[in-house]
Nanobody, 127 residues
Framework: VQLQACGGGLVQTGGFLKLSCAASERTFNSYAMAWFRQAAGKERDFLAAVSANGETIHYADSVKGRFTISRDNAKDTLYLQMNSLKSEDTAVYYC?????????????????????WGQGTLVTVSS
């Protein structure tokens, strides 16, 4: 599956952005999905995951209550709504996919769980 992330940009502290990740395959609903981010000079960190059927969601503590992951299987698209943005949220944001046809209610939160990655979209939060 090929993934195309978009929606990044420059936003002020306290602002919001919504990222999108479009998948190339109509079997999108058989993939568990996630968002990660990588700040300059740092590791790529897990943010949020959603199961293939959309019923199970998991967040990193750092974004819980501020970010919301969702998916629209009819549109083959994953989303990340980001509110109350902080300067430390500045990073390149990546969407990721993992085949999960036999485990459609599972989520995965480790970088090595995912085989397919989008190209990344830059989010810059300025004070």
């Amino acid at each position: 599956v090929q993934l195309q992330a978009c929606g990044g940009g420059l936003v002020q502290t306290g602002g919001f952005l919504k990222l999108s990740c479009a998948a190339s395959e109509r079997t999108f609903n058989s993939y568990a999905m996630a968002w990660f981010r990588q700040a300059a000079g740092k590791e790529r960190d897990f943010l949020a995951a959603v199961s293939a059927n959309g019923e199970t969601i998991h967040y990193a503590d750092s974004v819980k209550g501020r970010f919301t992951i969702s998916r629209d299987n009819a549109k083959d698209t994953l989303y990340l709504q980001m509110n109350s943005l902080k300067s430390e949220d500045t990073a390149v944001y990546y969407c990721a996919a993992r085949g999960s046809a036999s485990r459609r209610s599972y989520y995965y939160n480790a970088r090595n769980d995912y085989r397919h990655w989008g190209q990344g979209t830059l989010v810059t939060v300025s004070s």
